[in-house]
Structure formats: structure tokens, C-alpha cells
């Protein structure tokens, strides 16, 4: 009996795989096309120490020969590439000797691409960048004693 249901079983199973369909449906293919324009790669903060060169290459998502870069309320000695949007910049010591720069203050930077033929396509962002400095300054403070000192030492 036991066999019998076995047998009945297994022929079932192999009537069911004969009856499938065996071709693989595979759904249309769509793709997304990214239409907006935007900066890929563009890291929000970058740190610089005083005296280092500094040079960052930005990418878009679409055919760069169509399009400019630009910055706003940059930094002095901070430049861009117009055509292929690398930032660069040399941090020079007497920038921050003259005042014109300060070490350990953000500097938010704005920066934009635009299309040479369609105005309304650009985008703005902006990244933070930060100087620093290794160098020990000396104490401009001058230990003075006044009148008269009194020392007393610990016994143990």
C-alpha cells in the first residue's frame, strides 16, 4: 500500500513538471534616467593645513562639456575650474599672517554648476572648509611677581 501511494505520488510529480511552462518570463527592462542635473562627488567639509596645496576634482551626472562651474563667498587663493570643475588651492602662510585668513574657522563656500545653453538648469550647494595650523605659538604672557612672595613647602 505504502508503495503503491509512493508510486502515485512521484507520477504525479512527474506529470506537474511536464505540464509546466519551462521558458523564463523576464519583465520588461526600464531604466531610471536621471534627468536633474546634480554634483556627485562633492565632499561637505575639507580641513587644510597652513603651507599645503590643495586640489579636488567635482563630477556631475551628465556630459560636462555643456556646462560651468562657479563659487560664491569663497575664501582668498580658492579657485575653480570653470570648464571641468576642479577646486584648488594653495594655502599660503601669509595669507593668515596679513588677517586675510584665520586658522580653525569654517569658511562655508558656495559653489554652483549651470548649463552654458539653459539657465534654469544648475544647481547651488555649498561645503565648509577649515584651516589649521601645527606650529607652537609662543606665551605672550610674562610671569611678573609682585612685591613679595611668600613660599611655603609641604612637610611629609
Known sequence: MKRLLLALILSLFYLIGFTQDDTIQTPPLVTNVDTALRIIDLNPFFTLHVD?????????????????????????????????GTISFKADKSYFLSGR???????????GVQNLKDPKERVDTNFAIVFYNTEIAPSKIKPTVANTVTIEEAKL
Open 101 to 111: 585668513l584665520k586658522y580653525d574657522v569654517n569658511y562655508n563656500v558656495n559653489i
Open 52 to 84: 599645503s596645496m590643495f586640489s579636488y576634482q567635482l563630477h556631475i551626472n551628465k556630459e560636462p562639456e555643456n556646462y560651468f562651474w562657479y563659487l560664491k563667498n569663497a575664501p582668498i587663493g580658492l579657485r575653480i575650474n570653470k570648464e571641468n
